[in-house]
């Protein structure tokens, strides 16, 4: 289950106190089972639902219409007032058959704008439209809608349960030891090329041969095209002493974090960067691309560092430089816990309310 999905549903017990919430899934899932788990009650379409789209765009525009059609009956035999959508499938569905019902539809995008046309109409005929950051609003090319978009930020979905959070303020006041054996770097994402794995692999390259020791990479997140097992091919290759460890996506990054140095994220077009805001709530410096969303997270020096977006050796280079200023380390650790108190499921749902 993605992170974007979580994170709305971390804002439901908030929102639950103003109004009535009804979760509604197209089938039977991991979603499905992640709710069961935390003991949320949702409902299941009743009609066929199929799990993917046709393929080609004429086979897509026909499965929006079908699934479309029968969400606009649900809504015409239920007392939703509201519909809410945060991912794309869902906006061309619930959008349509919200319009032809006259629901209001709110759409909440994650990531950039999709520039479909399909997308472009349906978005057209929403209610409410809310991006999660700036820099999403600003790579916008919709022409101007009548109301304006709204950025409402994306909640935190780890804990913040006070032990757990003591727990953690006691490790951001402790440096990176030195003189430890081995350096491990954390990085969580979804590889796919807009991750720009390819800048990660250049930028570890680099680092490890200015740590001169050993470099452990533990990457938490799906991998469907292989990079981190061409990167491992590579390092091999090189005689690099660099360590891979994916153990895919995980929903607890307690134990990976307790052992990282550093968090890194390279994408130069994160649209929020979610991960980072992970990576400070377990206490781990966070550096990241001085690009995207990542502008609107970090301070720099503050709560984290910016790197260079471009050259990996200048990244490698501003990367060592820091995990070896143990001042800086312990401010940058010290500002990440007291942002991530913006981010809280209760401050982001008073948001939504509010607009």
């Not at 109004?19 to 499905?32: E, K, S, V, W």
């Not at 949320?40 to 066929?48: F, R, T």
């Not at 930020?153 to 349960?161: G, I, S």
């Not at 006041?173 to 796919?192: A, K, V």
Request: charged letters at 20%.
């Amino acid at each position: 289950m993605g992170g974007s999905h979580r994170a709305t549903l971390a804002l439901i017990p908030h929102l639950a106190d103003k109004i009535d919430i009804q979760i509604l899934l197209n089938c039977r899932g991991p979603l499905a089972e992640y709710l069961d788990s935390i003991g949320v009650k949702y409902d299941v379409v009743s009609y066929k639902y199929s799990s993917t789209f046709i393929d080609g765009r004429f086979g897509q525009i026909l499965s929006t219409i079908y699934h479309a059609f029968h969400a606009r009956k649900y809504l015409s035999n239920t007392g939703i007032h509201i519909v809410h959508t945060n991912d794309a499938r869902m906006h061309l569905i619930w959008g349509a058959a919200a319009h032809f019902t006259s629901t209001l539809h709110f759409w909440q995008q994650h990531s950039l704008f999709p520039i479909s046309r399909q997308s472009s109409f349906i978005r057209a005929w929403a209610d409410k439209v809310s991006c999660v950051s700036q820099y999403i609003l600003e790579q916008d090319s919709f022409p101007k809608r009548n109301d304006e978009i709204e950025v409402i930020r994306n909640p935190l979905t780890l804990p913040f349960d006070r032990d757990v959070r003591a727990a953690v303020m006691e490790k951001s006041y402790i440096p990176s030891d030195p003189s430890s054996q081995q350096i491990t770097l954390l990085s969580i994402s979804n590889l796919r090329s807009i991750k720009r794995p390819d800048f990660l692999f250049q930028v570890i390259s680099c680092f490890a041969k200015l740590a001169n020791k050993p470099v452990r990479l533990i990457h938490l997140g799906t991998d469907k095209d292989g990079y981190l097992r061409k990167m491992k091919r590579a390092w091999v290759e090189e005689g690099a002493a660099v360590e891979v460890i994916s153990p895919g996506f995980v929903d607890d990054i307690s134990a990976e974090s307790s052992s990282a140095d550093a968090l890194i994220s390279v994408a130069s077009a994160e649209g929020f960067g979610l991960s980072l805001l992970e990576g400070m709530a377990m206490g781990v410096p966070v550096f990241a691309c001085c690009s995207g969303g990542h502008l609107e997270i970090i301070d720099h020096e503050q709560n984290g560092i910016l790197t260079n977006v471009d050259s990996p050796d200048v990244a490698a280079q501003e990367i060592f430089s820091a995990l070896n200023d143990k001042e800086l380390l312990i401010r940058v650790r010290r500002g990440g816990i007291e942002t991530i108190e913006k981010f809280s499921p209760k401050e982001c749902s008073r948001e939504m309310c509010d607009r």
